[in-house]
Every structure is written in C-alpha cells, then in structure tokens.
C-alpha cells in the first residue's frame, strides 16, 4: 500500500463510527448556506490555510510550519495562501464565509481573535461564525526600552515616566493592536500618562525605538529578540506566567506586583463555523501530536513560540476569554478603531 494510501486509510479508521452523523449539515448558517456533509475520505483533496497577513512574521510562520507537518501526518498536500488587508480582516472574512467542510482553515491569532473584535466593528463575530480546532502556541510580550532610558528595571521605568507625564511616547504595531492594548493595561495599572505611537506594523516600530524616536515598545518576544541580543533594546519585563528560556534573567510582569500581565501573542487553527466534529476531532489529534514533535517544538522555541497543545472546546474557551479580557480594558481606556 502506498504511503498516500495509507495516510488516507487511518484518517478514515480516527474518523471511524462517528462519521454517518455528519451526513447533513444545517442548511441555515450565517455565511455558508447548503454546506455539504464531510467526507468520510477526509481529506480527500488538497486543503487550503489562510495566513490573514502578508508572507513573514509569527502567523506566517505557523502557517507553513503546520501545513508542512500536518500535509505529511494526513498524507495530503496542504497549501498556505496569504490574504492580508485590514488587520486580518480579509482573511478571516474568507476564511467564515468558506463551506465548512475542512479543506478551508486559517492561522487565527491574538489580533483576529482577541483585539480587533475589543475595538472594532467586524463583518463576521469572532466566536460564532469560526470553529475553534486547535492552539499552536504563543510568545510573550516584552517590554523594551531604547539603551538611551536612564532606567534598568519596570519601577525605575515606571518612576523616570511618572516624573516626566505625557513627554514619553511609545510605539506600536497598529491602533487596537496587542502592542498597543498591553501597553495601555500598563499604563492603567501604574497611572501612567504616555503618548501613543501607532505604526502600520511592528517593523517601523522597531526602526524608531531603536532610532530614539519613541522611549518605549511592548513587542512581541520574537520581534525583540535579536535586537535584546544585540543590546539595542533593554527588556524590563515579560507577560505570562513564567519567564521565559531566551530571556531568563527578565521577570515576569506577575513577580514584580503587576497582576493579570498573562496574556501572550497566540496562534491557532480555525474553521468556518459548523465545521464537523469528527473533522474538528481529527485535525486536533493531529496538531497536538505534532506539538510532541521534539523537531517541531524546537523550531518553535527558536522563534520563541512555545506549543500550547489543548482540546478544540478548550481553545474555544481560551478566545472567548481573551476577546472578554481585551474588549474590557478597550472599553476603560475609550478605544475603538473606526475604518
């Protein structure tokens, strides 16, 4: 028996009794009417992930990382097919508007589905119309400071800025963006008063801390981190609940007083709403053995992404939470991003 053959054989034998009970599909749905029932053969033909960004970066990353790993446990080819446009929009409009029969997924992450529903208006609902099949993984975010800043740990940052209100700008990836959001969380719990920055991505950000032009970034680890490692930026704490292997000698946000700092830059796999169970079931089995892989999970940890492996119903529960904990603190701050 061929090796193709093969793979498709046991993707039947998991998908096993339970596949006669998704012969039909509720025809009414919010953006895919008359979906058709899932293959007993899934995947039968070549499935499709959506990157919501431009090629490079954490979520494109994901992306071809899986879609490489995933195509070989499934013995079918799995393409990535970049949509950016919007902050992620395009994509996930793509992506909840696809017949939820497995062969469309995405990479969704924290700005598809954490922070853009807090602060905007959106063509779809980020919770009802995806299904949640499995996490990937997640960095932290860092704060950083250009070597310029008289300052070398969170309190003297948090006294230098308190002692010179509103004249400290800081930098972000976007308006509404994780950067932006977690540095206004600070910025709440330390009554701090700093001009915000927004850039169109975390690339120019990075360009004008480490120019001068803005005192302070809360990147993402694995933008930061060749620019720590080169002494161009001072890290002063991370997000989570632990430190973090690249940078042990920077606490968390958590040891030095500052509760409720846990919130990471995570990547996932979604579906269109509806997508069957025992497809769901199938593709979560797989990633979260994938994420056993030593080789995988160390070229993950190389881009400090650490594999955060948890059931569809436990994923869906983790962006439920994290909409809820950005959408609350838009809403004290007073942001909302008009298109």
């Known amino acids: 028996m061929s090796k193709s053959n093969a793979g498709r054989r046991d993707a039947l034998k998991r998908l096993g009794a ?4 998704v012969t039909t599909i509720p025809a009414v749905m919010p953006f895919a009417s008359k979906a058709r029932a ?13 990157a919501p960004v ?9 992306a071809r990382t899986i879609a490489d790993r995933l195509g070989r446990m499934l013995s079918q080819s799995i393409v990535v097919e970049n ?6 929009v395009v994509g996930s409009l793509a992506t909840a508007r696809a017949a939820p029969d497995g062969y469309t997924l995405m990479v969704g992450y924290v700005g598809t589905h954490g922070t853009n529903p807090a602060v905007r208006k959106l063509p779809y609902d980020a919770v009802k119309d995806f299904t949640p099949i499995a996490m990937v993984g997640g960095t932290p975010n860092i704060l950083v400071v250009p070597p310029s800043i008289p300052v070398a740990s969170l309190r003297e940052f948090i006294q230098y800025a ?4 509103g004249k400290l700008s800081y930098g972000s990836s976007g308006p509404g963006t994780l950067t932006h959001l977690a540095m206004e969380q600070l910025k709440v719990a330390a009554d701090l008063d700093m001009v915000h920055v927004p850039y169109r991505g975390i690339g120019p950000a990075i360009t004008d801390i480490l120019g001068g032009q803005t005192q302070a970034l809360f990147p993402g ?7 720590i490692k080169a002494g161009k930026m001072k890290p002063l704490a991370v997000t989570g609940l632990k430190r973090h292997p690249l940078v042990p000698d920077v606490p968390t946000f958590e040891e030095l007083g500052f509760k409720g700092f846990d919130g990471v830059q995570w990547y996932g796999i979604v579906g269109p709403a509806n997508l069957p169970a025992p497809i769901v079931k199938l593709l979560n089995d797989d990633i979260n053995k994938l994420l056993e892989n030593p080789e995988l999970r160390e070229r993950l940890s190389s881009e400090a992404l650490e594999p955060m492996p948890m059931s569809a119903d436990a994923f869906g529960r983790y962006i439920r939470d994290d909409i809820a904990r950005w959408t609350k603190l838009a809403k004290e701050r007073n942001i909302a991003i008009v298109d």
Request: proline share 12%.
């Open 38 to 50: 899932a293959d007993a053969a899934y995947p039968n033909h070549p499935i499709k992930i959506i």
């Open 18 to 21: 339970v596949a006669a009970a």
């Open 83 to 88: 949509q950016s446009g919007g902050g992620g």
């Open 54 to 62: 431009q090629p490079g970066g954490g979520v494109d990353l994901v």
């Open 162 to 165: 308190k002692s010179n209100p």
């Open 221 to 227: 680890l694995a933008a930061a981190l060749p620019h």
